[in-house]
Protein backbone atom coordinates (compact mmCIF):
# COMPACT_ATOMS: atom_id res chain seq x y z
CA UNK A 1 0.00 0.00 0.00
CA UNK A 2 0.88 3.26 -0.27
CA UNK A 3 2.03 5.92 2.24
CA UNK A 4 3.36 9.28 2.36
CA UNK A 5 5.60 10.55 4.84
CA UNK A 6 6.79 14.87 5.64
CA UNK A 7 9.15 15.38 8.55
CA UNK A 8 9.97 17.20 10.25
CA UNK A 9 6.37 17.43 12.14
CA UNK A 10 7.03 20.88 13.58
CA UNK A 11 9.16 23.52 13.40
CA UNK A 12 9.92 26.63 15.04
CA UNK A 13 12.29 28.86 12.96
CA UNK A 14 13.49 32.29 13.27
CA UNK A 15 12.73 35.25 10.47
CA UNK A 16 15.49 35.41 8.08
CA UNK A 17 16.54 31.72 7.91
CA UNK A 18 16.09 28.70 5.59
CA UNK A 19 13.39 26.14 5.68
CA UNK A 20 13.17 22.60 3.74
CA UNK A 21 10.60 20.59 4.66
CA UNK A 22 10.39 17.22 2.88
CA UNK A 23 8.01 15.08 1.57
CA UNK A 24 8.22 11.36 0.76
CA UNK A 25 5.95 8.90 -0.86
CA UNK A 26 6.26 4.79 -0.82
CA UNK A 27 4.35 2.49 -2.75
CA UNK A 28 3.99 3.80 -6.13
CA UNK A 29 5.90 5.52 -9.34
CA UNK A 30 5.77 8.91 -10.72
CA UNK A 31 3.01 10.09 -8.72
CA UNK A 32 1.88 13.74 -9.14
CA UNK A 33 2.90 15.87 -5.82
CA UNK A 34 1.59 18.75 -4.10
CA UNK A 35 2.20 21.26 -1.56
CA UNK A 36 -0.81 23.15 0.32
CA UNK A 37 -0.60 25.74 3.07
CA UNK A 38 -3.18 26.14 5.47
CA UNK A 39 -2.90 29.12 7.40
CA UNK A 40 -4.98 29.27 10.89
CA UNK A 41 -8.60 28.94 10.09
CA UNK A 42 -8.57 28.58 6.94
CA UNK A 43 -9.20 26.29 4.00
CA UNK A 44 -6.42 25.28 2.01
CA UNK A 45 -3.89 27.02 -0.52
CA UNK A 46 -2.04 25.01 -3.14
CA UNK A 47 1.81 26.15 -3.38
CA UNK A 48 3.60 23.98 -5.94
CA UNK A 49 2.66 20.73 -7.76
CA UNK A 50 4.60 18.55 -9.96
CA UNK A 51 4.04 15.78 -12.42
CA UNK A 52 7.56 14.47 -12.66
CA UNK A 53 11.22 14.70 -11.63
CA UNK A 54 12.09 18.47 -11.74
CA UNK A 55 8.75 19.69 -13.77
CA UNK A 56 7.71 22.21 -11.06
CA UNK A 57 4.16 24.32 -11.58
CA UNK A 58 3.61 26.97 -9.13
CA UNK A 59 0.53 28.54 -8.14
CA UNK A 60 1.35 31.16 -6.12
CA UNK A 61 4.32 34.30 -6.23
CA UNK A 62 5.63 34.00 -2.99
CA UNK A 63 9.16 33.06 -0.67
CA UNK A 64 8.98 29.58 -1.15
CA UNK A 65 10.15 26.90 -3.98
CA UNK A 66 10.04 23.66 -4.21
CA UNK A 67 12.06 20.74 -6.24
CA UNK A 68 11.94 16.89 -7.07
CA UNK A 69 15.05 15.83 -7.22
CA UNK A 70 14.01 11.84 -7.38
CA UNK A 71 10.73 10.43 -8.22
CA UNK A 72 8.78 10.41 -4.75
CA UNK A 73 10.62 12.85 -3.15
CA UNK A 74 9.57 16.80 -3.01
CA UNK A 75 10.82 19.28 -1.30
CA UNK A 76 9.95 22.82 0.12
CA UNK A 77 12.27 25.25 0.76
CA UNK A 78 12.83 29.03 1.58
CA UNK A 79 16.14 30.90 1.69
CA UNK A 80 14.59 33.16 3.90
CA UNK A 81 11.53 32.82 6.17
CA UNK A 82 8.91 35.72 6.58
CA UNK A 83 6.96 35.85 9.78
CA UNK A 84 4.03 35.25 7.05
CA UNK A 85 5.18 31.83 6.00
CA UNK A 86 3.95 30.42 9.38
CA UNK A 87 1.07 27.89 8.70
CA UNK A 88 0.49 23.99 8.81
CA UNK A 89 2.22 22.72 5.22
CA UNK A 90 0.65 19.50 3.68
CA UNK A 91 2.12 17.36 1.11
CA UNK A 92 -0.15 15.49 -0.94
CA UNK A 93 0.37 13.21 -3.69
CA UNK A 94 -2.55 11.18 -6.36
CA UNK A 95 -1.59 8.89 -9.33
CA UNK A 96 -2.79 11.17 -12.10
CA UNK A 97 -4.59 14.67 -12.66
CA UNK A 98 -8.27 14.14 -11.84
CA UNK A 99 -7.74 11.43 -9.06
CA UNK A 100 -8.31 11.77 -5.42
CA UNK A 101 -5.12 13.18 -3.34
CA UNK A 102 -3.63 11.33 -0.54
CA UNK A 103 -2.69 14.12 1.97
CA UNK A 104 0.37 13.41 4.16
CA UNK A 105 0.08 14.03 8.28
CA UNK A 106 1.72 18.15 7.64
CA UNK A 107 4.36 19.90 8.84
CA UNK A 108 3.67 23.16 11.33
CA UNK A 109 5.87 25.82 10.86
CA UNK A 110 6.07 28.99 13.25
CA UNK A 111 8.02 31.53 11.99
CA UNK A 112 9.71 33.96 14.75
CA UNK B 1 -11.35 31.57 -11.62
CA UNK B 2 -13.04 28.98 -9.77
CA UNK B 3 -14.47 29.37 -6.35
CA UNK B 4 -16.02 27.50 -3.60
CA UNK B 5 -18.48 28.53 -0.65
CA UNK B 6 -19.13 27.12 2.40
CA UNK B 7 -21.25 28.92 4.45
CA UNK B 8 -21.46 27.43 7.71
CA UNK B 9 -18.27 27.83 10.10
CA UNK B 10 -19.62 25.56 12.50
CA UNK B 11 -22.63 22.75 13.08
CA UNK B 12 -22.98 20.57 15.85
CA UNK B 13 -25.21 17.13 15.62
CA UNK B 14 -26.23 15.00 18.43
CA UNK B 15 -24.75 11.49 17.88
CA UNK B 16 -26.31 9.02 15.90
CA UNK B 17 -28.44 11.91 14.11
CA UNK B 18 -28.32 13.13 10.27
CA UNK B 19 -26.54 16.42 9.64
CA UNK B 20 -26.11 18.08 6.39
CA UNK B 21 -23.29 20.20 5.40
CA UNK B 22 -23.59 23.21 2.88
CA UNK B 23 -20.97 23.77 -0.54
CA UNK B 24 -21.82 25.47 -3.24
CA UNK B 25 -19.13 26.55 -5.96
CA UNK B 26 -18.91 28.60 -9.23
CA UNK B 27 -17.32 27.45 -12.47
CA UNK B 28 -18.05 28.08 -16.26
CA UNK B 29 -16.02 24.44 -16.97
CA UNK B 30 -18.50 21.22 -17.24
CA UNK B 31 -15.94 18.49 -16.74
CA UNK B 32 -15.02 18.85 -13.26
CA UNK B 33 -14.43 16.55 -9.89
CA UNK B 34 -15.76 17.62 -6.27
CA UNK B 35 -14.84 16.43 -2.96
CA UNK B 36 -15.12 16.49 0.83
CA UNK B 37 -12.07 16.18 2.82
CA UNK B 38 -12.42 15.14 6.65
CA UNK B 39 -9.43 16.93 9.22
CA UNK B 40 -9.63 15.78 12.62
CA UNK B 41 -8.05 17.36 15.54
CA UNK B 42 -4.89 14.85 14.20
CA UNK B 43 -5.35 17.84 11.00
CA UNK B 44 -4.66 14.47 9.21
CA UNK B 45 -6.49 15.51 5.67
CA UNK B 46 -8.67 12.11 4.87
CA UNK B 47 -10.81 11.51 1.76
CA UNK B 48 -14.12 11.38 2.46
CA UNK B 49 -16.14 10.96 -1.05
CA UNK B 50 -15.63 11.78 -4.55
CA UNK B 51 -18.00 13.07 -7.00
CA UNK B 52 -17.69 13.25 -10.96
CA UNK B 53 -19.58 15.86 -12.66
CA UNK B 54 -20.36 14.13 -15.43
CA UNK B 55 -22.04 11.58 -13.07
CA UNK B 56 -25.98 12.33 -12.35
CA UNK B 57 -25.63 9.98 -9.44
CA UNK B 58 -25.29 10.87 -6.29
CA UNK B 59 -21.56 9.24 -4.80
CA UNK B 60 -22.12 7.09 -1.38
CA UNK B 61 -19.84 5.80 1.09
CA UNK B 62 -21.12 3.74 3.83
CA UNK B 63 -22.74 6.69 6.27
CA UNK B 64 -21.44 9.67 4.03
CA UNK B 65 -23.93 10.43 1.07
CA UNK B 66 -24.06 13.61 -1.42
CA UNK B 67 -26.37 15.75 -2.98
CA UNK B 68 -25.17 16.99 -5.85
CA UNK B 69 -26.89 19.32 -7.90
CA UNK B 70 -24.80 20.21 -11.33
CA UNK B 71 -27.31 23.48 -12.62
CA UNK B 72 -27.53 24.77 -8.81
CA UNK B 73 -23.56 24.52 -8.40
CA UNK B 74 -24.20 22.38 -4.98
CA UNK B 75 -22.83 20.18 -3.52
CA UNK B 76 -24.06 19.33 -0.28
CA UNK B 77 -22.69 16.51 2.50
CA UNK B 78 -24.89 14.02 4.63
CA UNK B 79 -23.41 12.42 7.64
CA UNK B 80 -25.82 9.71 9.01
CA UNK B 81 -26.03 7.93 12.29
CA UNK B 82 -23.63 10.64 13.49
CA UNK B 83 -20.90 8.98 15.52
CA UNK B 84 -18.19 10.81 17.82
CA UNK B 85 -15.17 10.11 15.38
CA UNK B 86 -17.01 12.52 13.07
CA UNK B 87 -15.96 15.45 14.99
CA UNK B 88 -13.52 17.25 12.64
CA UNK B 89 -13.10 19.82 10.22
CA UNK B 90 -14.62 19.34 6.65
CA UNK B 91 -13.96 21.01 3.83
CA UNK B 92 -15.54 20.98 0.11
CA UNK B 93 -13.07 20.60 -2.64
CA UNK B 94 -13.34 21.64 -6.82
CA UNK B 95 -11.15 20.10 -9.27
CA UNK B 96 -10.89 21.01 -13.09
CA UNK B 97 -11.03 17.82 -15.20
CA UNK B 98 -9.13 19.04 -17.98
CA UNK B 99 -6.39 21.80 -19.19
CA UNK B 100 -4.12 23.78 -16.98
CA UNK B 101 -3.97 23.92 -13.44
CA UNK B 102 -5.84 20.31 -13.78
CA UNK B 103 -5.62 17.91 -10.46
CA UNK B 104 -5.04 21.03 -8.46
CA UNK B 105 -7.60 21.54 -5.48
CA UNK B 106 -9.63 24.49 -4.77
CA UNK B 107 -10.50 24.56 -0.98
CA UNK B 108 -13.83 26.19 0.78
CA UNK B 109 -12.73 27.56 4.30
CA UNK B 110 -14.25 24.15 5.90
CA UNK B 111 -17.18 23.49 8.74
CA UNK B 112 -16.25 22.85 11.97
CA UNK B 113 -18.50 19.46 12.95
CA UNK B 114 -19.08 18.68 16.45
CA UNK B 115 -20.77 15.40 17.39
CA UNK B 116 -21.98 15.83 20.84
CA UNK B 117 -22.73 12.64 23.28
Known amino acids: SQTIHQWPATLVQPVGSPLSLECTVE??????LYWYRQAAGRGLQLLFY??????ISSEVPQNLSASRPQDRQFILSSKKLLLSDSGFYLC???????????FGPGTRLTVL | AQTVTQSQPEMSVQEAETVTLSCTYDTSENNYYLFWYKQPPSRQMILVIR??????QNATENRFSVNFQKAAKSFSLKISDSQLGDTAMYFC??????????????FGKGTKLSVKP
Open chain 2, 93 to 106: AFMRGYGGSQGNLI
Open chain 1, 92 to 102: AWSVGTGDEQF
Open chain 1, 27 to 32: GTSNPN
Open chain 2, 51 to 56: QEAYKQ
Open chain 1, 50 to 55: SVGIGQ
